[in-house]
């Protein structure tokens, strides 16, 4: 048996059958909300097939990284980093903006989102910065060192990236936080850091938001607090308020699937959706209304399970890179989850993040499996140890992999 087919047996399959029913399910789900769309010139009828290509794109990059050793990212995390920052500066340079953001740039006749590579990046820098840095260099053991160093390193492309597109920057900050909590930084720093960034939250609502961005917060404010006579159910609130009654009203179960073109449209995302979107960005809306709130939570219940049993491989890392690694994914995973599916109940803004392994989306489906792979890899390497054992005259030592 091969060292590489044992590796392949030793993939995490319960991790691989929950990711499964989850890819599954979102392709079903993109089917219901955009199959009858069939005389939209955009193909928007065939996303479904669009979304299998995607996936299998993205598999070999799921096998690929999970077969491979993640102890590259020692060596790699800053080429990496850097390729990060130069498709978010190709990006302001030359992004298309769509609907107010600029966050897609064209490669080959393909629109690419260069904030997910940059997150990618960015995920697998904080993990050499708080785990590898303090054993190479004992300086780097301060925890305000690592903190700057860590923040910096985040703080240029979540910054580049929340001036055209305040979703995917804002995912940065669950990131960088469960990575410092993960990274052993005292909690009186991290509380500082918390309490320090409420007092700036102000600032960056009334001076670097964009009026339609501040527009959305105003919406989902007035919503919650019940203050529909302040909705602008023709403008920023349009989406908002359908797609709250849409969840309001297919209650325990559903107003059910409907795969092929109905006449009597009974369903409010067939025609109040934007047709763009509804398979993207609102698709937990339309999940909601065909399923219902036993729908809702049987995805919720899959996407916890997936998340608990990233945690789970990360108890079992064998150093604190790998443990990094697979922290910082989950939290990305977690704060899309958590952002999508709120603001398609209207209790968050709309900022449109995609909901991993069920919106429709080639750039982030590639990365999210590649980093599916990375969990992958820290589960089956879990086992090699970085220290090697050799003996010499009845005596034994110890030697890095480093050092081989």
């Known amino acids: 048996m091969t060292p590489l087919f044992k590796k392949f ?3 995490n399959w319960i991790l691989i059958i929950t990711m499964a029913g989850l890819l599954t399910f979102g392709v079903y789900a993109i089917f219901n909300a955009s199959s009858f769309r069939t005389d939209s010139p955009l193909g928007l009828a065939t996303k479904w097939k669009d979304q299998i290509t995607w996936i299998g794109i993205g598999l070999p990059f799921l096998l690929g990284a999970a077969l491979v050793d993640y102890k590259w990212i020692r060596w790699a995390c800053i080429p990496v980093y850097l390729a990060g920052l130069g498709g978010l500066i190709y990006l302001q340079l030359f992004g298309i903006e769509v609907k107010g953001n600029k966050a897609w740039i064209y490669i080959a006749g393909q629109s690419v989102q260069p904030s997910q590579f940059a997150i990618m ?17 004992p300086v780097f053991r301060r925890p305000w060192l690592r903190i700057m160093v860590g923040g910096l390193l985040a703080g240029i492309p979540a910054g580049m990236v929340i001036k055209e597109d305040l979703g995917s920057g804002l995912v940065w900050g669950p990131v960088f936080l469960s990575m410092l909590i993960a990274g052993s930084i005292p909690f009186r720093y991290i509380i500082t850091m918390i309490l320090s960034a409420l007092c700036v939250i102000p600032i960056l609502y009334f001076f670097i938001l964009k009026p339609y961005q501040q527009a959305r917060i105003d919406t989902t ?5 019940n203050q529909l006579e302040k909705v602008d159910t023709r403008g920023d609130g349009w989406v908002p308020t359908y797609v709250q009654t849409a ?3 297919a209650g325990f179960e559903g107003k059910g699937p409907l ?9 409010i995302h067939r025609m109040f959706f934007p047709e763009t979107e509804a398979h993207s960005d609102f698709i937990f809306g339309v999940i ?6 036993r729908g809702a939570i049987l995805l919720l219940s899959g996407i916890a399970l997936l998340l608990l049993q990233c945690i789970f491989v990360a108890f079992y890392s064998r150093d604190q890179v790998g443990r990094l690694l697979v922290v910082g994914i989950t939290a990305m995973i977690f704060a899309h989850t958590f952002q999508n599916a709120g603001m398609n109940l209207s209790m968050l803004p709309v900022i449109g993040l995609p909901m991993p392994f069920i919106s429709y989306g080639g750039t982030f489906m590639i990365v999210t499996l590649f980093l599916m792979g990375m969990i992958q890899s820290v589960w089956v390497h879990r086992n090699t140890s970085s220290v090697k054992k050799s003996t010499s005259g009845g005596r034994e030592s110890r030697q890095s992999d480093d050092e081989d």
């Open 9 to 11: 047996l030793g993939i």
């Open 121 to 137: 990046a960015g995920i697998i820098m904080l993990a050499v910065v708080f785990g590898e840095l303090p054993r190479i260099w």
């Open 221 to 225: 404010w007035y919503l919650l607090t």
């Open 247 to 249: 969840v309001a009203s």
């Open 259 to 267: 795969s092929e073109k109905v006449t009597d449209q009974r369903t």
């Open 288 to 293: 909601c209304e065909e399923f219902g709130f």
